[in-house]
């Protein structure tokens, strides 16, 4: 009887060994604080030698630490990234479903990275996570119509600024002091609600997170909106295009009564 056969060794190329460390330590990051991962854990996670890790990150487990970060910021970043299409909240929710799956995905690293004062946190580390700060940023203010790099887009849901999927005739306009302070405030408080919601054993279940986000940022657009021009533009094209059966269509049936019932303060 023939034995069967034994799979041919593969040599990996240089940079299918680094990405398999990277993934490696990834995984060991993702649940551990960087300071209780040493290189010899990545080795026995990788299967090779510890001196084959120190080959490929000659800099030791602070190098290794942040290569494997700013690998996972740039997954990080493809959370943010919704193509211009359909009503702005469900866009958000799309984006917001992302991020929370991958914070679930890297419960105690990201708790550590975002919570600082690790013994691996450098500024390079630190302006590795305010690079995904200020892209999510970019991402949230092309969504409310501003482009967030200094130009205008459309969130008519066609990807275009005339409603027909073009590119509109605007005039490039940065986003103003205001939004641009209410996008990064909203963010501040999606970091912290995230940081609060492992602390509670991710209860709240996900989903329902999500939706109290979405509509936390619609709250802060219809507070600022009424002393902020600008912000009331963006607030009245996003309605524009959201549906009645909608996250801001529920949000408003909830909300009306309550501002009904304080009628007799104006």
Not at 70 to 89: I, K, N, Q, W, Y
Not at 114 to 124: A, D, K, N, P, Q
Not at 159 to 164: H, I, P, S, Y
């Amino acid at each position: 009887m023939t034995a069967p056969a034994t799979p041919a060794y593969r040599r990996l190329s240089v940079e299918e060994r680094r990405t398999q460390l990277l993934d490696a330590a990834l995984g060991l990051f993702a649940h551990r604080a960087p300071e209780d991962v040493s290189l010899d854990d990545v080795a026995a996670a990788a299967g090779v030698s510890r001196p084959l890790v120190y080959r490929y990150f000659s800099g030791g487990k602070q190098q290794l630490y942040e290569d494997a970060l700013r690998s996972a910021a740039d997954e990080l970043e493809l959370c943010f990234t919704e193509p211009p299409v359909g009503p702005p909240t469900e866009r958000l929710g799309r984006v917001l479903d992302r991020y929370l799956a991958f914070v679930d995905q890297h419960d105690t690293g990201f708790s550590a990275l975002l919570r600082g004062g690790s013994v691996c946190e450098t500024s390079r580390t630190t302006a590795i996570v305010d690079e995904v700060r200020r892209a999510a940023a970019e991402q949230i203010l092309l969504h409310l119509g501003t482009d967030g790099a200094g130009g205008t887009s459309g969130t008519d849901g066609t990807g275009g600024t005339d409603g027909t999927g073009g590119t509109g005739t605007h005039a490039p306009a940065a986003p103003g002091a205001r939004l641009r302070m209410l996008v990064r405030t909203w963010i501040a408080a999606v970091e912290s609600a995230s940081l609060i919601w492992l602390d509670e054993e991710k209860r709240p279940p996900a989903g329902e997170l999500r939706d109290w986000l979405v509509d936390h940022l619609v709250a802060l657009l219809v507070v600022t909106a009424a002393t902020d021009e600008e912000t009331a533009a963006a607030v009245g094209a996003l309605v524009a295009y959201e549906h009645p059966d909608g996250p801001v269509g529920a949000l408003a049936r909830r909300v009306l009564p309550l501002v009904n019932a304080a009628a007799h303060l104006r």
